[in-house]
């Protein structure tokens, strides 16, 4: 009951053409303070849903969100949502998407000079200093959910919510932009609810990971606690034995759900010893692999 | 001296050469071959239309004399501008034979009111071809003006709220159709029952002609600004709701400029509708403007009227297509979309 964010029971059932669709579950998540969280699950499953629940977007048919003891039941600049796609308004500036969001926020709290301030020093935070007059249109993908997550930030929230951030970008660009989420977390600790599809981006960033069953009616199926040192430096990690177990369980989870739904049991050591020289496919990430000499 | 040799080698024998190389394309030379193709393909085009209809027209005998050719038309054209020129030139020199009538009162002494009626009187002339067209251009904004003042509100509110467009859909599907000329007998009509007044600010005629257009403009302007304030984007939507945006921060700073494109594109639409519809109103009730001098024209039926409603059909395209220029400007200086491709 006394944690920081807590998803109490939540379940979701829409109408639609052939009948009402349960898409959640008694989905049940305890966050702390300052916890980074992602959800990973397949496609469909219902991510986005729990995202938007929490922050309000939606309402939970069952069961309910309830953040430092109050429940959440309307949209508010405490649960600041980075979408996907940016969201930025494409007719203002950089800078006037920023401070759209600051005037709204501390309309009271902060002077007009205190809220410039305020709107440069978030947009400094995520490096976008150089580009405030630029439009959205004018400036690359990767930039763009930067301005997205200085808004955000710049709403002081109290939980971060972020669906799938950087689906949308080069996996280079990814990698820039996961290494400043973490510079930006270990500097402001927020808690963070995060949904990803990138195994490696969940494992690098989270304190845990919450792995959400296949839907209809998807729930919480696992979660599983990242115990890595901070900070953490994503070469480094790649030859960490205990990082390549975490992404390995959240690869095998995935696989179990999602690559065979019949659920054919087959045991695998049966077949290895009736036909032991059966051909294996190996594969390998490049990232992973490493010339020695 | 200096800029004719410049020029010599612009006529340079090489030139071909340096066509080549422009075409080639580094930034200066790609502006010189846009510059060719948004300048010389279509003065060549105007070239052989011209060429084409001063060939055809000879061929069409009419009751009037020969169709005739751009010649002709150019003639005429001339004329009536100097039509114009001595119009004015009378209307300068009736004022100042008033001016001096009652500086000639004020001499000999005679009452004030007597000197204040020749400077009061107007001068009653035969509008001109131009002074037509000040007329008709005066009348369209007026009418356009009025409708997106109505229009653009409407279009908001329909297109913010699922029942009130419901309710709205069927009068401006039923409206929408409706042909100026259908209008303008109850624009008449009613303008002449309700418009009474002893010192009327406006002509009646030019309040015929404008609320006509009015009714014309009104729904492109509509339907497109609800289309846009309703296809604003969900995601924007969501950032309003989560900053907790007022209703009325909400319209003004994203769903209005969402719009904005959209909203241009219907204003633009209705102006060239506007426009059209205009001339016909003022040949059907004689309102002065463009289409009155086509039909005066063509109820004199003198040699020269047939090139006469050729410069006007022309000037008319000339005006249509200049407001529809001038639209475009305001929307590409106003729109946020630069990446729409508009023409
Ligand atoms: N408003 C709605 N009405 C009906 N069904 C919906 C609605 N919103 C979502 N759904 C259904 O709920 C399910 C989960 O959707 P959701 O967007 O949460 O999935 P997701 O896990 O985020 O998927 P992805 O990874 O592709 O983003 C989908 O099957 C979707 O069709
Ligand atoms: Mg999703």
Not at chain 2, 193 to 202: G, K, L, T
Request: hydrophobic share 45%; proline share 5%.
């Amino acid at each position: 009951m006394n944690s920081y964010l807590k998803i109490d029971h939540v379940g979701i059932t829409f109408p639609t053409d052939n009948g009402p669709l349960e898409v959640l579950k008694s989905v049940n998540l305890d966050i702390e303070q300052g916890e980074f969280v992602s959800l990973i699950g397949h496609s469909g499953c219902g991510k986005s849903t729990v995202l938007n629940i929490v922050a309000g977007l939606l309402q939970a048919s069952t069961g309910g969100v309830i953040l430092e003891e109050k429940e959440v039941d309307e949209p508010g600049p405490d649960r600041a949502v980075i979408f996907q796609n940016h969201s930025l308004m494409p007719w203002l500036s950089v800078y006037d998407n920023v401070r759209l969001a600051v005037d709204q926020v501390f309309k009271r709290s902060k002077s007009k000079a205190e809220r410039d301030e305020w709107t440069r020093h978030n947009l400094e935070l995520v490096h976008m200093s150089h580009a405030l007059d630029r439009k959205p249109d004018e400036i690359s993908g990767g930039m763009k959910q930067r301005v997205g997550i200085a808004r955000a930030l710049a709403m002081e929230p109290k939980v971060l919510l972020m669906d799938e951030p950087f689906g949308a970008l080069d996996s280079l660009t990814r990698t820039h932009m996961q290494d400043s989420l973490m510079e930006i977390q270990t500097e402001l600790n927020n808690t963070v609810i995060m949904i990803t599809h990138d195994v490696d981006e969940a494992v690098l960033l989270s304190d845990r990971i919450v792995m959400m069953t296949n839907g209809p009616s998807a729930t919480v199926g696992e979660i599983l606690e990242i115990d890595l040192p901070r900070p953490r430096d994503r070469l480094a990690l790649a030859e960490n034995p205990q990082y390549n177990h975490y992404r390995a369980e959240v690869v095998r989870f995935l696989h179990e759900r999602h690559e065979q739904p019949a659920r054919v049991d087959v045991k695998p050591e049966e077949t290895v010893t009736e036909e032991p020289l059966q051909k294996v496919k190996v594969a390998a990430k490049p990232e992973s692999l490493r010339l020695v000499s | 001296m200096e800029t004719a040799v410049v020029e010599r080698k612009v006529f340079d024998i090489d030139w071909y050469h340096r066509l080549l190389a422009l075409m080639e394309g580094d930034d200066l030379n790609k502006r010189v071959t846009q510059l060719i193709h948004s300048l010389i393909v279509p003065i060549a085009a105007i070239g052989i239309f011209l060429m084409l209809w001063g060939a055809g027209a000879k061929n069409v005998e009419t009751s009037l004399g020969v169709l005739p050719g751009p010649a002709k038309v150019w003639e005429q054209t001339v004329t009536l501008y100097g039509e114009h020129n001595a119009e004015k030139d009378k209307e300068t020199a009736f004022y100042e034979r008033m001016q001096a009538k009652a500086e000639k009162a004020r001499e000999a002494g005679k009452p004030q009111a007597k000197i204040d009626k020749y400077l009061n009187r107007k001068y009653v002339g035969t509008a001109t071809f131009v002074d037509q067209i000040g007329t008709s251009l005066l009348t369209v904004m007026s009418g356009f003006i009025l409708a997106s003042l109505i229009a653009i509100p409407i279009g908001i509110i329909v297109g913010m709220s699922n029942t009130l467009y419901q309710a709205f859909n069927p009068i401006i599907q039923i409206f929408k159709p409706v042909s100026p000329l259908a209008w303008l007998p109850l624009v008449t009509i009613v303008v002449s029952a309700v418009y009474v007044s002893e010192d009327p600010m406006f002509e009646k005629s030019f309040l015929n002609s404008a609320l006509v257009v009015t009714l014309c403009c009104l729904w492109p302007t509509i339907v497109n600004t609800a289309v846009g304030v309703s296809g604003v984007s969900k995601d924007l939507i969501n950032v309003s709701r989560v900053l907790k945006l007022s209703w009325l921060t909400k319209t003004m700073k994203i769903v209005l400029p969402s719009s904005v494109p959209m909203i241009f594109t219907g204003l633009r639409l209705s102006l060239g509708i506007g426009w059209m519809v205009l001339i016909a109103a003022e040949m059907l009730a004689q309102n002065p403007g463009l289409g009155k001098f086509v039909w005066d024209e063509f109820q004199n039926g003198s040699s020269n009227s047939l090139a006469r409603i050729m410069v006007a059909v022309l000037a008319i395209g000339f005006i249509g297509f200049m407001l529809d220029r001038g639209m475009l400007m305001l929307q590409k200086n106003f729109s946020w979309d630069k990446s729409a491709v508009l023409r």
